[in-house]
């Protein structure tokens, strides 16, 4: 499983980006996806996460209201749309994908991780 992920880049605070992860490898219909980020000096942490069977989803608190994830099944595609974006969504944002039932928001039970895509939020 290979996931490539892009979109990143320097943005105004109260400003938007699409983050795009490309997954290739094997059939995803039974994979969960999910976006995390570290900011620097921070432990990584969850934000959001997609079912590629029914699309469903789980999103941490602090985004909810800002970001949507979303899927494209027919090109294994995971989208993070986020907007109004603050100085602290700044964070190299990582895709992952486990092949599990759930909608998972934990790291460790993660097997797939994308090379990350740098989000710079400017004040």
């Known amino acids: 499983v290979q996931l490539q992920a892009s979109g990143g880049g320097l943005v105004q605070a109260g400003g938007s980006l699409r983050l795009s992860c490309v997954a290739s490898?094997?059939?995803?219909?039974?994979?969960?996806m999910a976006w995390f980020r570290q900011a620097p000096g921070k432990e990584r942490e969850f934000v959001a996460s997609i079912h590629q069977s029914d699309g469903s989803t789980y999103s941490a608190d602090f985004v909810k209201g800002r970001f949507t994830i979303s899927r494209d099944g027919a090109k294994n595609t995971v989208y993070l749309r986020m907007n109004s974006l603050k100085p602290e969504d700044t964070a190299v944002y990582y895709c992952?994908?486990?092949?599990?039932?759930?909608?998972?928001?934990?790291?460790?039970?993660?097997?797939?991780w994308g090379q990350g895509t740098e989000v710079t939020v400017s004040s």
């Open positions: 992952a994908a486990a092949r599990s039932p759930f909608v998972l928001k934990t790291d460790s039970l993660y097997h797939y």
């Open positions: 490898g094997r059939t995803f219909s039974s994979y969960v």
